[in-house]
């Protein structure tokens, strides 16, 4: 039979890992216990803290949709609707120009439908008029949005996830869908204000030499380094996208063709001059690069990037590394 004491060194023997010597075990009051709350006083854990604590905002976040992903804080009352001009913007066909109304009551937040064709509904009921309440699902047209109250956190939480679905991680440029959402948005603004829109397709030359010579991880730094400079180039004029190896899209609103060959030759010039090198291999892509401008070569979307793509294959034919339109 164990004596007391003895059945007590056994228990405490239990929490350490088998084939440690006894005698090299701490005592049981030395064993590392949790925390107390007020000790843990850092700068995260009190980050954490008034995160929480702070005051919930409405969000609304497109959980179906062409814009899925994106989240829409809602500061204020705004419209919703297919219009450029809204606070909103769906490009949903089935979503009318100016669609609905996120109002500011005071004490809470209400949905009101400015006569869509459509229709707009909330859980499954169709309305005029709805008070909104947290994870409420409104559908306009094939969109489908959740109405949100979220704390810092949450916000937090849901620009990660945007930035996740919309931003291509190698080069940091938009993902191919969130690309032609937006560019369709722009050419809608542009028609409506009778300004120009310019596209660059781009192509960069000399991967494939650079992949045989060293290997693919050399040829990824290059499209992904190129994608960073292409970005800063455009940064505050445009935006951009890497669709399928080392392929780019950009649009530049308010640019006509001439304007827009001139931010390609910006590009072309960049790409040139930029230092790229890895493991102390110094490496020299070119680009090739087709404009197009809406309306001057093209009326829409699709024939634009057709246009832009024809003077893209005349910029490779022509010797590469130039601009073509």
Excluded at 167 to 196: C, H, M, Q, W, Y
Excluded at 239 to 247: L, T, V
Aim: hydrophobic share 40%; net charge negative; charged share 25%.
């Amino acid at each position: 039979m164990l004596l007391a004491a003895e059945r007590g060194s056994i228990q405490n023997a239990a929490w350490y890992p088998r084939g440690l010597p006894v005698s090299s075990r701490p005592p049981p009051s030395k064993i590392l216990k949790t925390l107390p709350a007020l000790e843990a006083s850092s700068t995260l854990s009190n980050a954490v803290v008034q995160a929480v604590k702070a005051p919930h905002r409405p969000v609304l976040v497109i959980i179906s949709g062409n814009e899925m992903g994106l989240r829409k804080a809602v500061d204020q009352s705004l419209t919703i609707g297919r219009d450029p001009a809204c606070e909103l913007v769906l490009t949903d066909a089935l979503v009318s120009s100016r669609h609905a109304l996120i109002e500011d009551r005071g004490d809470g937040w209400a949905l009101v439908d400015l006569g869509s064709t459509n229709g707009t509904s909330v859980n499954g009921t169709k309305g005029i008029e709805f008070t909104l309440t947290r994870n409420d699902k409104i559908v306009f047209g094939r969109t489908v949005v959740r109405f949100e109250m979220q704390d810092q956190l949450e916000q937090a939480y849901d620009e990660l996830v945007e930035k996740l679905l919309n931003i291509d991680d190698l080069s940091g440029l938009l993902v191919r869908r969130k690309f032609d959402a937006n560019l369709a948005i722009a050419i809608e603004t542009a028609r409506r204000l009778g300004a120009p829109l310019g596209l660059l397709m781009m192509d960069l030359d000399g991967i494939k030499k650079i992949n045989d010579t060293h290997g693919h991880l050399f040829g990824a730094y290059v499209i992904g380094e190129s994608g960073q400079v292409i970005g800063h180039v455009l940064e505050g004029r445009g935006f951009a996208s890497r669709f399928g190896g080392d392929e780019y899209i950009a649009a530049v609103p308010g640019h006509d063709l001439g304007a827009t060959c001139a931010v390609g030759e910006e590009i072309r010039r960049a790409i040139a001059e930029h230092q790229f090198e890895r493991e102390g291999i110094p490496l020299h892509p070119g680009i090739s690069i087709g404009v197009a401008s809406f309306p001057e070569s093209a009326p829409d979307a699709q024939r634009l990037f057709q246009q832009a793509d024809e003077a893209l294959y005349r910029a490779k034919r022509g010797g590469k590394n130039q601009v073509s339109s």
